[in-house]
Nanobody, 120 residues
């Protein structure tokens, strides 16, 4: 069994900060990529930030310079530090973790999502 769970969402004012966490647990053999996606009102789910096991990162243009993704490999946990938040950052944030279990091909796991609301 594998679970992926996000936490840390909430309501914040424009210019404020939030830190999201994504923890993968269970019988995990290896994890390479950990990524954050978001679904904003009226839009499709989009990639926000990705971090690989070697520390390389990718960011959507809309969040560069404001969001920072990091991870703790020992804890199979990824974080998303969100600073200088804007109303357009409002949405549900999901964690995506492709996980390899021993003897089982890699499977994409998604968390249940955490709501981020930025009020003006």
């Amino acid at each position: 069994q594998v679970q992926v769970a996000e936490s840390g969402g909430g309501l914040v004012q424009v210019g404020g900060s939030l830190r999201l966490s994504c923890a993968a647990s269970g019988s995990i053999f290896s994890i390479d990529r950990m990524a954050w996606y978001r679904q904003t009102p009226g839009n499709q789910r989009e990639s926000v930030a990705t971090i690989f096991s070697n520390g390389n990162t990718n960011y959507a243009d809309s969040v560069k310079g404001r969001f920072t993704i990091s991870r703790d490999n020992a804890k199979n946990t990824a974080y998303l530090q969100m600073d200088n938040l804007k109303p357009e950052d409002t949405g549900v944030y999901y964690c995506n973790v492709p996980i390899v279990r021993l003897g089982i091909p890699r499977i994409d796991y998604w968390g249940q999502g955490t709501q981020v609301t930025v009020s003006s």
